[in-house]
């Protein structure tokens, strides 16, 4: 059984800059969550797709965005990046209930100077 | 408000040394209680979910239990390798597949 997987590991970019994070997730999850984890901090839910489908937001602009692809990985994309997105990205997928347990991903860690 | 606290911020023990974390919450009507283990620069690992109070699970030297309001993760006789830092995690009220993170507690255990 594959894991979560992220990439890349790490990449550093200017303000005013966009990125794309990518993920690939679990054999057998259909519901994949993106987090950002600041230093220090624990991890804050950005958003959550299913089917394809936004399935909730946390509360993150709308430079934040994303997709969900048929074989169920996934895309981050940040815009007009700003120092303040400097931050450990992660990726997570499980199942859709809610209390179904989220298997994270290694992280990306993202620069931004 | 959904929230979620862990103490101490940083624990630091001798190995040998047993001890607990503890997670408190306040969301309405519990769906689970999660626990993840985090290295430096990585993903989370998860450990345990708890779903109702009373519970307990264990996994080598780490024992978790749930009552109403919180949760504890006892360390039995840790060793160096149990140094992490500790989180734990509840879905919102309100039905949400996410989770709500606490800062987590830095654990650092010393030969």
């Known amino acids: 059984e594959t894991g979560v997987t992220q990439s890349p590991t790490h990449l550093i970019k200017t303000r005013g800059q966009q990125v794309t994070l990518r993920c690939s997730s679990q054999s057998g999850h259909n519901t994949v969550s993106w987090y950002q984890q600041a230093l220090g901090q624990g991890p804050q839910f950005i958003f959550q797709y299913y089917r394809e489908e936004e399935n909730g937001r946390g509360n993150f602009p709308p430079r934040f965005s994303g997709l969900q692809f048929p074989n169920y990985s996934s895309e981050l994309n940040v815009n007009a990046l700003e120092l303040d997105d400097s931050a450990l990205y992660l990726c997570a997928s499980s199942l859709l209930s809610s209390t179904d347990t989220q298997y994270f991903g290694p992280g990306t860690r993202l620069t931004v100077l | 408000e959904d929230q979620v606290t862990q103490s101490p911020e940083a624990l630091r023990l001798q190995e040998g040394e047993s001890s607990s974390l503890n997670c408190s919450y306040t969301?309405?009507?519990?769906?689970?209680l999660f626990w993840y283990r985090q290295d430096p620069g990585k993903g989370p690992e998860f450990l345990f979910t708890?779903?109702?109070a009373g519970e307990e699970k264990e996994k080598e030297r780490l024992k978790a239990t749930l009552t109403k309001k919180e949760s504890f993760l006892h360390i039995t006789a840790p060793k160096p390798e149990d140094s992490a830092t500790y989180l734990c995690a509840v879905p919102p009220s309100g039905g949400y597949n996410k989770l709500i993170f606490g800062a987590g507690t830095r654990l650092a255990v010393h030969p």
């Open positions: 708890l779903y109702s």
């Open positions: 969301v309405s009507g519990l769906r689970g």
